[in-house]
Each structure stands twice: as C-alpha cells, then as structure tokens.
C-alpha cells in the first residue's frame, strides 16, 4: 500500500510533466490529461487515507471501517481505467497513452495487490464473508442543517448561480455539522456544476423534476472525455439532491454525453430525473443510492463502478441512432475483490415514447468482472428474451455476474436468458446481499439525508 501511495505520486508527477510539455497542444488531449491529474490525486488521497487506517487501527472483528476502506481501494482502480478510457477515446492523445499505459498498468498492479493483500490478509476470517452481508451498523444522528440558501435566478435569493452558491459553502465539514443547503428554484440553469471534494455535505433541493433543471450538452464528439462532458459532477462526501432534473441535451448524434457524474461516498438523489442518451448517468466510484427517480438513455445509459442501489426508480429506454441498439446497463468492474456492482430493486425497466421496435437489453460487459442485479423489478416488453447483450465476442462472459431474481412484466422470463457461464438467477438468500443495508451499508448513513428506502428484500 505504501509503495500504492508512491506510485500515485509519481504518476500525478508524470502528468503534469506532460501538460507542461509544449507539444501537448491538443485541447482534447489537455482535457484527458486533465482527468487523468485529477483522478491520480483522489488516488493519493484514498490510499493514504486507507494505508494510515491499517497502521493504526487493530483489527477488530466488528469494525465498520473495513467496508470504508474496501470502498476506497476498490475507488482507486476505478479511477485508473477511467483515467486510461479518456485517453483512448481521445484520438490526438494515442502516442501520450502508449507512453502512459506502462506506469498506468503497473499502478493498476499496485492497487489490484493492495486490495487483495487488504482482503485476504487485514480483514478477519470472521467478517470475511460479511463484507457485502454486514448489516448492523449504527444510525447515524436525525437531519441538522448548517444554513439554507436560496439560488434565484431573477436575483430574489442569496445567489444567481448554483455554482456560486457551491463555492460559498464551507470547506471539509463532518456529517454531524449537519447539511449545508442550496434551495433551487423554479428554473434552466444552463451551468456546468462541480460539486469538488472538500464541499462535503451538501444538500441540493429543488421545485421539482420538472421545474428545476441543470442542463448543458458538452459530448465526446465535441472534444470532451466522457469523465467530464458531465453537465452536473460530484465528488464529494455526503452530496444528497432532491427534486431536480438532471440534463444533457447533446443528442444520440454526439455519442457519449454525460447529464450526472457521480463519484462521491455516501451520496443520495431521491426524486430526481437524469436525461441523456448514450451514457447518461455515470455512477463513477463509491457508495451510492438513488430512490424515486428517472433515468432516461440509449446506450449504456447507467454505467460506471460505483457500488450502487436503484430503488423504487422508473428507467427508460428512448430512441438511438440507426443501427444502435439499447443496452440499459454497463457496469465496470475491473477486479474480482471490488465491492462494485449495480443493483437495481423494485424499479420499471420501460420504454420512452419514442423508442419503437428497437432491440434491447439489461446490460452488456464494459469490463472484466462487470455486476448487474435485477431484483423485484418490472421489465416491460422491450427487453430481448435473451436479455443481456455482449461487448465483444466472448469478453467476460465466464467473469461477469449478472443476476436477475423477483421479477415481472413481460421482459421478465428467464427461460431464454443466455446461457452465460457468469449468469444466474438467483433465490433471495444470494439477493440480500445487493440490498441498501448490505451493498451500500445504507443503515449506516442514509437516515441521516432523510430520503426513504427499504433495507432489505421488498
């Protein structure tokens, strides 16, 4: 782990050097190296955090920290791929990710060892198995706020934009500071927001999902990475938002566009509405919970690799390109010790008005060790009976685990699911185990944002 810390420094070292170099002129290739800055420094932050945690913490057999850490390790290679995506996608920046893909890959060494070593040598052999099934944790305090300011566009408020509003809220408070709040009200707001991460506890409330909409339309075909064509992103601790439409208005023509990015620990949205097309909602990294709300896309529409809960939410599917076909899912788990997955309990799987005959799916690979459970849901129609698609060929077919239990409508049935070495259907004993209290240890912390949800099984 210590060796981890060092080699993220020196990559974030090694990046910097090549936004210095005066032959990195590319505005698509800055913007990458930009992200790949960024992420190298969460890198740094979270292993540090995790390596000071273990040296000076006795390994107790009830420690709630265990899944803190898991969370963060887990983050870091997150953060690795998403750094070597921006490249890819980046055609100027080819000759920049050939020279990085050999301290990338052995950074990704790095954590990938730290997270095993974390699990199969720090963790108790008591608590082994319970990572994902662990679920009396302590509540947190009820809500307490530090402050609730207004964002009123037509100057009747404490502030204009979202983003000042953002930036006058105090830096590194603790959750029992209580919430700073940022009442938004009835309005487009045509800003880019980045809620950064030492603006932890922010509570975002607006007149609702079709009054007060953050919008923007930045693309990957208009020079952006998909990291941070994002209209709306948040990397900070405790975020919860409420009542707002989230948008990118790019279009299926621009391809990757994304209206939410979300790598923040511990984060909420409840009755809130995201619309895109092709990636529209980015669960990035870390513990998240959405409840309530609605998810409109096209391609790979809710992607990433958080560990993530969608529950009580209403997902459609909406009209793509010619020739592209719908899949709802591509999570991006990387390594088999992860804690990552998406999770998607007693939501409706649908399609929008304008879909029509276009062939659909749950989900396809993104990666490796790609985790996809469907659970108590409705799936309509609109979903091919084999329903999971592949990325290419036979990639992770034998690693992914795509789940499905519960569940009806008329996409539902099983019997002519592929055939998949990683997929199953599964009984209630193995669903538990991506439920609120046991993938996301909502008990822990989700009684403190107020937002409702089911613990357990429906």
């Not at 057999?61 to 265990?66: A, M, R, T």
């Not at 279009?251 to 923040?264: P, T």
């Not at 870390?286 to 391609?299: A, H, K, N, V």
């Not at 969608?310 to 599917?317: D, P």
């Amino acid at each position: 782990m210590s060796q981890s810390v060092s080699n993220a420094r020196n990559f974030s070292s090694l990046i910097q050097h090549y936004l210095n170099l005066p032959s990195t002129s590319s505005e698509s290739t800055i913007r990458a190296l930009e992200d790949c800055k960024f992420l190298a420094e969460l890198n740094i932050e979270f292993i540090s955090q995790a390596l000071n945690t273990v040296n000076s913490t006795e390994i107790d057999d009830d420690s709630d920290g265990i899944n803190d850490l898991l969370t963060l390790i887990s983050a870091t290679l997150t953060n690795q791929e998403t750094c070597v995506e921006g490249l890819r996608l980046t055609d100027s920046a080819s000759g920049v990710l050939d020279e990085l893909l050999t301290p990338i890959g052995n950074g990704s060494k790095f954590y990938s060892t730290s997270l095993a070593l974390f699990c199969d040598g720090w963790v108790p052999k008591g608590i082994r198995g319970k990572i994902l099934s662990q679920i009396d944790l302590p509540f947190l305090e009820n809500i307490t706020t530090r402050g609730i300011f207004v964002v009123n566009q037509d100057g009747n408020g404490d502030f204009t934009t979202i983003s000042d509003a953002v930036n006058a809220a105090a830096n590194n408070t603790v959750s029992s500071d209580g919430y700073y709040v940022i009442y938004v009200t009835t309005g487009i707001y045509n800003e880019y927001v980045s809620i950064p991460k030492y603006k932890k506890y922010l509570m975002m409330i607006g007149d609702g999902i079709d009054q007060t909409v953050i919008t923007g339309n930045r693309s990957v075909v208009d020079g952006w990475t998909t990291f941070n064509s994002a209209t709306f992103a948040v990397v900070a601790q405790g975020f919860v938002a409420i009542n707002i439409t989230f948008q990118n208005t790019a279009g299926a023509i621009k391809h990757q566009a994304v209206a939410l990015r979300n790598g923040a620990d511990l984060s909420a949205f409840y009755t809130c509405r995201f619309e895109g097309y092709q990636d529209t909602l980015y669960t990035h990294s870390l513990r998240q919970f959405y409840r309530d709300c609605e998810i409109y896309g096209t391609i790979d529409y809710i992607f990433g690799n958080a560990a993530v809960v969608l529950q009580n939410c209403q997902i459609y599917s909406r009209k793509p390109l010619s020739g592209q076909f719908i899949a709802v899912t591509a999570q991006g788990r990387t390594d088999p010790n992860q804690n990552t997955g998406t999770s998607i309990q007693n939501c409706s799987i649908v399609a929008a008005e304008d879909l029509g005959s276009t062939k659909s799916y749950l989900g396809r690979p993104w990666k490796e060790y790609s985790r996809v459970v469907v659970m108590q849901s409705f799936i309509d129609g609109l979903i091919d009976p084999a329903g999971w698609s592949v990325w290419s060929g036979d990639f992770a077919l034998s690693t992914l685990y795509y789940a499905e239990f519960d569940n009806r409508g008329a996409g539902s049935e099983t019997s002519g699911r592929v055939t998949w070495p990683g997929f199953h259907v599964i009984t209630a004993t193995d669903a538990v185990a991506f439920t609120v209290s046991n993938f996301t240890q909502g008990d822990f912390w989700l009684p403190a944002t107020g937002v409702p949800y089911v613990g357990g099984l429906m």
